[in-house]
């Protein structure tokens, strides 16, 4: 392998790393902000570093620390199985963070010559390892909830099996489906497809393609990743916890973080498949690598138009009230957070200036279309992250029997019809 | 014989209903209006951010921690009679009764403390006083403490506390 | 003693021909308010409260002073007499001072009960307006007088007049400055003073001991017998256990019984508690090391394995179960049981009333099982042990032991027993009547039944 290919594989590695890991702690920011903002109230706000607080981020860190301090012990009652007690934890933290590996963030770089994928696993198969990975998160829930000796633990465990299993077969019939419509297992060549246009004017996103696919998909998403309206695996044991109960510590803080990976993991899928993954709506990788000088024009008019209303939105939002008696520093963070943005506009605008003057075939062309191909990727997840949340605060739990339900009787069956429909429909078109 | 037969109308069987899609639409309306709402004027949103500010709405009535009232003379109004004791449902005030020396009143707590850790502030011992010598309107809401020892009040400390509202002496025992 | 027939309230009685009616009242439950009327004082017929109507008389009449005959009928609850004894309550309370947060007769005060009872109307008196008097004036013995509370019922009087003899109180002055008052240079001086404490019906006479002590609602009563005398007079000893403190006995009050003591108690038995509660043997001692249980017993084994003249000494005021186990233990181990009873003879403190020559509860009990009270030996005693007995020093023994329930025991091995409010059994009194005391203190010391029976599972 070339130099070339090392650096770019590595370079996907640690982008795919820090997509998944450093959202941890953002996503359980986000959870608790716009859950209490959901709920008119304020999520964590206090937690400070010197003043800056970035909204309570802070706190998620803060969190961390405390988990890894804290007392590490196991119950008594098993005694054989405590090798495999702190596996299990770990088992469904590394099968979600594996099932991760496979999305692309941007489309092919084509650097000297060679095209080389922005995949963390630049494989070709990306959508059967996502399926294959994914479903061995549960085997992590199940070891838990049997070794934690406790009964509650082991209903919890059985819920999630049996959740899993009854939601893993309609996830597969929608993939298919929409396998038949891409004709590939590849994502990147599926993100090329949904740059098309769809009756002459909309872009050809899977949603708009195969929407029924799309539903059935974003029910079976949050359904295995055991979020509400489904997550009798953690709620309905309500304070026991369910298969969580007798883990302390970093075995816990596993558990918790491969939840948000396998949502993260979860989102990215979604988009890629039916949103549109990196690419923006209407234009493929090829219009933006002709249009480059377009594309360097609209980032710098863009850019400075969004970060001002940005400065305009904190300055109102990151104040207190007058009735307070201090304000924690927050003048003097937003004052700092002003500087930094505005100065790192400036730069950006320096750089677009430059680049201007290159042409579309350069390695800075490359480079910039990638960087906003990850930039929007990441847009897009974050919009998705927060759709998760939001459903999570707006709809009750179902009931475990209406979750089978839905998932054997009604799921099952239209995907299946929706199967049928789609080989249909492409043997007509074709 | 008539039998009224009344038919009950069962909800959820519509197809709207039944597809649920229109309910989570609903749903997501409602939510994302609040959180549209709160993230545009976080100051809007109506929480109290103690200890930067403190709560406005201690009024007479509210029921903070207790204090011993003293006559127009200054001194203890309390007779001992263990009304409060005996009404207090957690058993928590102590009493021990002397006689008086200085010609007031008869009896007169020798100690008097309440055991504040136990205490549910339902104000049962203020109903019962008959000499309005013990009431909760010191509107102080928070007592913090290092050892458990501080949270058990005597009766120099009850009799310190200043009412925060008027009406500073007993009414009952002039 | 014929029968009668008599009808209260439409319900028909029998009674005893020229008995009181008021008896009959009391003895069918039948409320009716009384101040001056008392069981063994009679009626006074002062405080017109025990108003009944009775059929064919033109006005209601006082119970206390009426016999009954055959074929009475009697209405108790009928608005005229709900409407007469509100009325009179409204005169007894006209001056009475709204004492009833300091008073100790709250809760036990017959105002207090009549007034819920059958009052229960406004007042029409500004408190600036009643009289006044003294209080709290010291009558001697312990007795605190209040004048203003006073309903001038005499039964104070009377008791003093008529039973003690002593003539200590009467009423002075008249009208609504009557009160009651002390012979003057007299103190209220007689051994049977502070049951005036209990006859009065409100808080007028107070016990000095009992003064601000504790709420009457708090304590429970547990009846039991005086282990002052052999008269063994019985009493209800009152008692409570305080949040996070120790169960305590506040005082003791007289037990009706017509047999025995009647109605109240000699002042010596009354003031008893306090030795009760005051210097105890707590812990088990072993020449002033404090050992457990188990160890004692094997201590108390090994001495009895190694002695050969074994003498037994038995206190006069433990209980008949006690005395039995010790008689069977010292029959099994062989030793020679001895109570010596010259250290109970007070012939001063002795009277014909209540008390009697002997200061112990169940001399009756060892003279039952036979026991020596004199003991003269010229062998040397091994050892001696001691159920609880005051002349324990006169003796001298190679080896000792005690069952004691107060310090100061000067054997070698100690060991601690309860008083007879802490655990139950029976006392036999002079007149030989088996009269039963209830345990009234919770402690968690070992009686001498359970001593023995443990010490024969060890000794086996």
Redesign the interface.
């Known amino acids: 392998m070339s130099t070339l290919a090392i650096v770019v594989t590595l370079g996907s590695i640690v982008l795919a790393a820090l997509l998944a890991l450093l959202m941890i702690p953002v996503l359980v920011w986000l959870e608790r902000r716009?859950a209490g903002?959901?709920?008119?109230?304020?999520g964590p706000n206090r937690t400070n570093v010197g003043g800056f607080r970035l909204g309570g981020v802070v706190q998620s860190f803060a969190d961390v620390v405390k988990l890894v301090f804290k007392e590490e012990y196991y119950p008594s009652h098993i005694k054989s199985g405590k090798l495999l007690f702190t596996l299990a934890p770990t088992i469904m933290f590394v099968s979600a963070l594996l099932a991760f590996m496979t999305i692309p963030f941007a489309d092919n770089v084509n650097i000297a010559g060679e095209s080389f994928r922005v995949q963390a696993l630049p494989v070709d198969y990306g959508v059967l390892w996502f399926m294959a990975i994914s479903s061995i998160g549960v085997i992590g829930i199940l070891f838990g909830g049997w070794l934690s000796h406790n009964k509650y633990s082991l209903l919890g465990a059985q819920r999630a099996g049996s959740q899993l299993l009854g939601f893993e077969l309609p996830l597969g019939l929608s993939v298919i489906a929409m396998v038949i419509t891409y004709e590939s297992v590849d994502f990147n060549v599926m993100v090329d497809y949904q740059s098309g246009v769809l009756f002459g004017f909309l872009p050809a996103w899977g949603v708009l393609i195969q929407p029924l696919a799309a539903?059935i998909f974003i029910i079976t998403m949050f359904a295995e990743t055991n979020r509400a309206p489904f997550n009798v695996v953690e709620g309905e044991s309500e304070i026991i916890a369910g298969h969580m109960t007798e883990f302390s510590a970093m075995k816990f803080a596993m558990y918790f973080m491969g939840e948000y990976i396998a949502m993260n993991t979860a989102s990215a899928v979604i988009i890629t498949m039916f949103f549109g993954g990196y690419q923006l709506p209407w234009l493929s990788t090829q219009d933006l690598f002709s249009n480059f000088s377009s594309v360097v024009v609209a980032i710098m008019v863009v850019m400075p138009i969004v970060i001002f209303f940005l400065i305009k939105?904190m300055k109102?939002?990151n104040?207190?009230?007058a009735?307070?008696?201090?304000d924690?520093g927050r003048a003097f963070e937003t004052k700092v957070l002003t500087i930094v943005l505005i100065s790192m506009t400036a730069l950006i605008e320096l750089i677009c200036l430059y680049l201007f003057t290159q042409s579309s075939d350069s390695l800075s062309a490359t480079i910039t279309i990638t960087l906003l191909q990850i930039a929007i990727f990441v847009f897009k997840l974050m919009v998705f992250n927060i759709f998760f949340i939001?459903?999570r605060?707006?709809?009750p739990r179902f009931r475990y029997d209406q979750i089978q339900t839905l998932g054997w009787n009604y799921l099952l069956p239209l995907s299946l019809a929706n199967i049928i429909i789609t080989a249909i429909v492409v043997v007509g078109v074709n | 014989m008539n039998k009224k037969i009344k038919t009950i109308q069962r909800h959820g069987k519509t197809f709207k209903d039944r597809i649920y899609i229109p309910a989570i639409i609903e749903g997501l309306k409602t939510t994302i209006k609040h959180l549209a709402h709160n993230v545009s004027d976080i100051n809007s949103v109506d929480v109290l951010e103690y200890p930067e500010e403190q709560p406005t709405d201690i009024t007479e009535r509210y029921r903070g921690l207790h204090r011993l009232t003293h006559r127009e003379d200054g001194t203890i109004s309390c007779v001992a009679c263990f009304m409060c004791a005996t009404a207090c449902p957690s058993a928590c005030i102590f009493i021990e009764a002397t006689q008086r020396e200085d010609g007031v009143d008869e009896k007169m707590p020798q100690k008097f403390s309440i055991d504040t850790l136990e205490c549910i502030f339902c104000g049962y011992c203020v109903e019962a006083c008959p000499c309005d010598a013990i009431r909760m309107d010191t509107g102080i809401f928070s007592l913090i403490g290092r050892e458990r020892e501080d949270f058990l009040l005597d009766k120099e400390k009850l009799l310190s506390f200043k009412g925060a509202f008027a009406q500073e002496d007993s009414i009952a025992r002039k | 003693m014929s029968l009668v027939t008599v009808n209260i309230d439409d319900k028909s009685y029998e009674a005893k021909e020229n008995s009181l009616l008021i008896d009959l009242l009391i003895l069918h439950d039948i409320k009716v308010p009384y101040f001056c009327y008392h069981e063994s004082l009679g009626a006074d017929g002062n405080c017109r409260m025990c108003m009944v109507e009775i059929e064919g008389k033109k006005r209601p009449q006082i119970a206390c002073d009426t016999f009954v005959s055959d074929g009475m009928s009697i209405q108790t609850a009928s608005e005229k007499i709900s409407s007469v004894r509100k009325r009179i309550l409204e005169l007894e309370l006209i001056n009475h001072p709204v004492d009833c947060p300091i008073c100790d007769q709250a809760g036990e005060c017959k105002l207090q009960d009549y007034y819920m009872d059958f009052g229960l109307y406004d007042s029409n008196i500004d408190m600036k307006e009643k009289v006044h008097n003294k209080k709290h004036i010291a009558l001697g013995s312990s007795v605190i007088l209040d004048r203003e509370r006073c309903v001038l019922c005499t039964r104070c009087v009377r008791f003093t007049s008529n039973i003690t003899k002593s003539g200590e109180l009467g009423v002075i002055n008249r009208g609504d400055k009557a009160c009651i008052s002390t012979v003057p240079g007299m103190k209220l001086d007689n051994p049977y003073a502070m049951n005036v404490v209990d006859l009065c019906p409100v808080g007028a006479l107070t016990s000095k001991e009992f003064r601000f002590a504790q709420r009457v609602w708090f304590l429970k009563s547990t009846p039991s017998i005086c282990h002052g005398c052999s008269t063994g007079c019985n009493i209800f000893i009152d008692h409570n256990q305080e949040k996070y403190k120790e169960d305590k006995i506040y005082r003791i009050r007289p037990r009706k019984n017509r047999e025995v003591n009647g109605d109240f108690i000699c002042d010596y038995g009354r003031l008893s508690y306090k030795n009760l509660q005051e210097n105890r043997q707590q812990e088990l001692l072993n020449k002033s090391n404090v050992i457990s249980y188990e160890d004692a017993l094997l201590e108390l084994n090994s001495k009895i394995s190694g002695s050969k003249n074994i003498v037994i000494l038995v206190d006069a005021n433990l209980y008949n179960e006690d005395i039995a186990a010790i008689s069977n233990f010292s029959q099994k181990i062989g030793a020679k049981l001895v109570c010596p009873t010259e250290c109970y003879f007070d012939d001063s403190f002795g009277d014909d009333w209540l008390k009697s020559d002997y200061k112990c509860a169940n001399l009756q009990a060892i003279k039952n099982y036979k026991i020596d009270s004199l003991f003269s030996s010229d062998q040397q005693i091994d050892l001696l042990i001691n159920f609880n007995h005051p002349s324990f020093s006169k003796f001298s023994s190679k080896q000792s032991v005690e069952f004691s329930t107060h310090k100061g025991s000067s054997a070698e091995l100690v060991l601690a027993i309860p008083a007879y409010s802490e655990y139950s059994g029976t006392t036999i009194n002079d007149a030989n009547i088996e009269q039963y005391s209830q345990k009234a203190i919770t402690t968690d010391v070992a009686t001498i039944s359970e001593y023995l029976s443990d010490l024969s599972k060890v000794a086996l």
Do not use: E, F, M
Request: cysteine-free; glycine content about 4%; charged content about 15%.
């Open positions: 716009v903002l959901i709920q008119d109230r304020l539903l939105w109102k939002n104040s207190v009230r009735t307070l008696s201090s924690g939001i459903v605060w707006t709809l």
